[in-house]
């Protein structure tokens, strides 16, 4: 009761003192941010590193409700189900802010009875979540989402998604960087020959799923003494979930004479060499691994699953990379369609979904302390004027320039390649001045050629 008194007391002097004055607290809500001009013009430069590749592999974009109904969202991401924001019914309907873009994306396609597609989709997504900001986690964030649907050949799909993670992330710059992959028929053909209950895959998937962030002993004790799993079981599954390589590993594999009697196993393995076949061709292989202990959660995966991890030096004197967190990851959900289906219709399909804002707090922080000037404006040029009374003049130049296209403004900025000057003289002899900000150079242009001669130079 003392503790509930506390915070009601707590609230009151938020909402306001006695003396009549509201006191508002000028914050965000816990888990969001601001984003000020600055980091508006970093984020719209990966925006479009982003959108461009996806459109450079053919991705058309769609875009959704930010809000579902709360059964669309409902027993699709298992024990993260618990993050999902309900919200208050509003006019008869149960609803929930959307928890990422890829049920939606299933649901559009049911919907639609589209069998087809690849599109890309950009937007923000909601988790109920502890948010460390400072790792670029937050309750309110952008996901960048490319996904395949439809019956291609094995995996020809999953191979691209990769591509586009390895390129994306090679364009960004980075830093060194692994993608993970793993599959799900493996893990469920790994536990099934561990001794796992089938009603204990999903749970002690979630345990595996931990294994990038706390030690291996600390996953078999939540195994074993949380989630009731023998310790002989807990123990099998340490035997293989410490294994990473390439395609020696899967040729290993295939030869286990526990794991090639699982026929789910099999599957899973025979799809991993292929695709490593396919990213042998594209020549990424030096980025991808094989990687057991990959397991990401959400229960809608049912084939391959991956996760991209930037890499950093621990410190200067050793020469060991450590992961510093996950900014891509994805799979292949040839279930998630169906469940929307009235008929139960199954689409394949396979994604991708880039972690803009990891990305966009390392680039921020590389930024802040390389103390690059950013520019927060694409102005190309400046209009401006040495004698005060000739404001008429400027303003009926910048009109015909703004009208010509091009991105001008009359006030001091930064980084702005060209400043456009009015004066008396020049005005008398139909010309403008320009002078070029780098070099400090003045040239004077006659006014009907100034548009062209300003495109000209700002496209060099």
């Given at each position: 009761i003392a503790k509930e008194v506390a915070k009601l007391l707590e609230m009151k002097a938020q909402?306001?003192?006695?003396?009549?004055?509201?006191?508002?607290?000028?914050k965000t809500p816990k888990g969001t941010r601001d984003y000020g001009p600055k980091q508006m013009a970093i984020r719209e430069r990966v925006f479009s590193a982003i959108i461009?590749?996806?459109?450079?592999?053919?991705?058309?974009?769609?875009?959704?409700?930010?809000?579902?109904?709360?059964?669309?969202?409902?027993?699709?991401?298992?024990?993260?189900?618990?993050?999902?924001?309900?919200?208050?019914?509003?006019?008869?309907?149960?609803?929930?802010?959307?928890?990422?873009?890829?049920?939606?994306?299933?649901?559009?396609?049911?919907?639609?009875?589209?069998?087809n597609i690849k599109r890309y989709h950009i937007a923000k997504v909601y988790r109920r979540d502890n948010p460390a900001m400072t790792r670029g986690r937050y309750r309110e964030f952008?996901?960048?989402?490319?996904?395949?649907?439809?019956?291609?050949?094995?995996?020809?799909?999953?191979?691209?998604?990769?591509?586009?993670?390895?390129?994306?992330?090679?364009?960004?710059?980075?830093?060194?960087?692994?993608?993970?992959?793993?599959?799900?028929?493996?893990?469920d053909g790994m536990f099934a020959v561990c001794g796992v209950p089938d009603s204990k895959f999903r749970t002690i998937c979630s345990s595996v799923d931990k294994l990038d962030k706390v030690?291996?002993?600390?996953?078999?004790?939540?195994?074993?003494?949380?989630?009731?799993?023998?310790?002989?079981?807990?123990?099998?599954?340490?035997?293989?979930?410490?294994?990473?390589?390439?395609?020696?590993?899967?040729?290993?594999?295939?030869?286990?004479?526990?794991?090639?009697?699982?026929?789910?196993?099999?599957?899973?393995?025979?799809?991993m060499k292929l695709l490593f076949e396919y990213l042998t061709l594209f020549g990424i292989t030096g980025k991808i691994s094989f990687d057991l202990s990959l397991a990401r959660g959400l229960d809608y995966y049912t084939g391959v699953i991956f996760e991209a991890v930037l890499l950093q030096q621990e410190n200067e004197h050793v020469e060991e990379l450590v992961g510093v967190g996950s900014v891509a990851g994805g799979g292949r959900y040839d279930g998630l369609v169906g469940m929307f289906d009235p008929k139960g219709r199954?689409?394949?399909?396979?994604?991708?979904?880039?972690?803009?804002?990891?990305?966009?707090?390392?680039?921020?922080?590389?930024?802040?302390?390389?103390?690059?000037?950013?520019?927060?404006?694409?102005?190309q040029v400046l209009v401006a004027s040495a004698q005060k009374k000739l404001l008429e003049e400027r303003l009926k130049l910048i009109s015909e320039l703004w009208d010509a296209g091009?991105?001008?403004?009359?006030?001091?900025?930064?980084?702005?390649?060209?400043?456009?000057?009015?004066?008396?003289?020049?005005?008398?002899?139909?010309?403008?001045?320009?002078?070029?900000?780098?070099?400090?150079?003045?040239?004077?242009?006659?006014?009907?050629s100034l548009v062209e001669e300003i495109r000209r130079r700002t496209s060099q």
């Open positions: 909402l306001g003192g006695d003396e009549g004055k509201p006191k508002f607290v000028l461009s590749c996806f459109k450079r592999h053919g991705a058309e974009v769609i875009d959704t409700p930010v809000f579902e109904l709360k059964e669309t969202l409902t027993g699709k991401y298992g024990e993260d189900s618990k993050l999902i924001y309900d919200l208050k019914d509003q006019g008869g309907e149960l609803l929930s802010l959307r928890y990422d873009l890829t049920v939606p994306f299933a649901r559009y396609l049911a919907m639609n009875k589209i069998t952008y996901q960048c989402d490319f996904d395949i649907a439809g019956q291609f050949d094995p995996m020809i799909p999953d191979a691209e998604c990769l591509k586009i993670v390895h390129e994306i992330l090679s364009d960004l710059q980075l830093g060194d960087f692994v993608i993970k992959v793993n599959d799900r028929r493996i893990l030690p291996w002993e600390e996953v078999r004790s939540e195994m074993v003494g949380e989630k009731g799993l023998s310790p002989e079981a807990a123990d099998r599954i340490g035997e293989y979930v410490q294994l990473h390589g390439g395609l020696d590993l899967i040729e290993r594999l295939l030869q286990d004479p526990k794991l090639s009697q699982n026929k789910l196993a099999k599957e899973g393995l025979g799809d199954k689409v394949p399909c396979v994604g991708v979904s880039i972690g803009i804002e990891r990305i966009f707090s390392i680039l921020e922080q590389r930024l802040e302390a390389s103390e690059e000037k950013i520019r927060t404006t694409e102005t091009i991105k001008l403004q009359y006030c001091e900025d930064t980084g702005i390649p060209l400043v456009a000057i009015v004066g008396e003289q020049e005005l008398k002899d139909g010309v403008i001045k320009l002078r070029i900000v780098a070099t400090r150079e003045e040239v004077n242009i006659r006014r009907e």
